[in-house]
């Protein structure tokens, strides 16, 4: 597994990601259909905590580049935790992480990480944490389908990316893979109110 995972290093576009682990994008719209269909209703608590998450996250963003360490505090771990991934039958473990650096137009170098962490099998969290919100999700995907290509081939297999921002969701099934739609909390609607519904649904 580790031997799999050192890949990810070379890994730095979809298209590297598809020639690499032979997979391919599903264009059957029912392909990944977890995220739109038979999600879970939220209670008016649960609604009130992602609000809250929100607003904080938003008040502090105000002030400056969080660091990932303070995205996690602010959003991420209040997410997982409502989404009952710190109590039994989940386990939390570590994986790899992975830096990078990109250069933009104007020669400026920006640093960032993108961590892994599994909850179980078939499930991932896919963490990223860099100074241009722009490119971290188009650096996070091909991470994502990489450490999905290492887990329980047979099984449809899941990854949650986020930076804290912006948020989308992963499937793998037998070499295809598709996308859903991004959720950001720039948008007017709170739209973790969807990445905690789709959580819920893919925990099973």
Same mark, same amino acid.
């Given at each position: 597994m580790v031997q799999t995972l050192a /890949?990810? &290093?070379h890994i730095t576009s979809l298209a590297e990601a598809e020639e690499l682990l032979g997979i391919s994008p599903s264009h059957d !719209? %029912?392909?990944f259909s977890e995220w739109t269909i038979d999600l879970p209703s939220l209670t008016d608590a649960q609604q009130q905590r992602l609000d809250q998450i929100k607003q904080r996250y938003l008040y502090h963003r105000q002030y400056g580049h969080l660091l990932e360490? %303070? /995205?996690n505090f602010l959003v991420i771990s209040p997410i997982l935790e409502l989404a009952g991934f710190y109590d039994p039958p989940f386990h939390l473990? =570590? @994986?790899v992480s992975v830096k990078f650096e990109l250069e933009d137009e104007d020669e400026t170098v920006y640093k960032g990480r993108i961590d892994a962490l599994i909850v179980q %099998? &078939?499930?991932w969290i896919i963490l990223v944490e860099a100074k241009r919100t722009s490119f971290n999700m188009t650096l996070a995907l091909p991470q994502a389908l990489t450490y999905l290509a290492t887990a329980r !081939? =047979?099984?449809p297999r899941y990854a949650w990316v986020s930076n804290g921002e912006y948020s989308m969701f992963v499937k793998l099934d037998r070499? @295809?893979?598709a996308l859903s739609d991004d959720f950001s909390l720039n948008r007017r609607r709170n739209e973790l109110y969807d990445v905690l519904r789709i959580l819920d649904r893919l925990k099973g």
């Open positions: /890949v990810t &290093d !719209p %029912a392909f360490n %303070a /995205v473990r =570590s @994986e %099998a &078939d499930l !081939p =047979s099984m070499g @295809e893979y």
